[in-house]
């Protein structure tokens, strides 16, 4: 559940289902992929059950989506201003002069210097920051209440990052636009997001408050991915830890626990029987046989 205002983050490796998530949720899903399950809840309707029609109106006007690579997801021959203009009036937001009159202020409000120009640009005349500065104007434009930001930060430099970073918190607080965050970046969920959940082999792995989640991680995953991190502030000089393997296929899973093969914790009961999704502290759930605060507390574990 994303909350009206909320950033939420969702993390994990390449292959572990964050982006097929987001796409869900927009029912854009690829053929022969489909939704063989399950709801998609939005103001109290299922999406899974929209017509076509609404569908359209669902798309760009309450949810909007930025996608992993601006530079292939805008047509290089159309200029920028165009595009965003297109956006706008293809769901039939805005007519055609109000549109019109919104790109400058959009490419305004994402800090594009001299965006009257800027708007006449074609996608090759911007840098990799600007194009992605572009896409969330366009994303924006017409002011739905969901942004899906699916890798946002992908291909940029660290200080680039950072710039896109504190826009999409400034938008986030000045417009009230509820954000998904899709990254397997942690530093970015630490400092743009206020929940996050963990994924693995398309299951959520742990949820909760991003805090609580970085200093009291229960599940093997997301103690792992933590501790791979280099950390300044540590006075120790240990080697970083490494996941061993590899995700698993999901066309012939293991049984039992899906992270059971990786995981330096692990019980009988973790190949044979898969764990639920179960509260382990306030507002945190995760879904494990083994917690990390019996693991490194030297407990017993649950066999």
Known sequence: MVNKGETLGIVGESGCGKSVTALSVLRLIPEPGR?????????????ASYSREELREYRGNDVSMIFQDPMTSLNPVLRVGFQIKEAMVAHERFDNKTADERVVPMLQKVRISDPKERAKNYPHQFSGGMRQRAMIAMGLSNEPDLLIADEPTTALDVTVQAQI???L??????????????????????????????????????SGPTRQIFNSPQHPYTWSLLQSIPRIDSTQHDKLLTIAGLPPDLSN??????????????????SKEEPPLEEVGPEQAARCWVLMKNALAGAEPVR
Do not use: Q
């Open 169 to 206: 918190r400034d938008l986030n607080r000045d417009m009230g636009t509820a954000v998904v965050l899709i990254t397997h970046n942690l530093a970015v969920v630490a400092s743009l997001c206020t929940r996050v959940i963990v994924m693995y082999a398309g299951r959520i792995v742990e």
């Open 35 to 47: 939704i063989v399950s399950g709801h998609i809840w939005f103001k109290d309707r299922d999406v």
């Open 253 to 270: 899973p293991p049984p039992g626990c899906l992270f059971h093969p990786r995981c330096r914790f692990r019980v009988d009961r973790c």
């Open 165 to 167: 970073i504190e826009l």
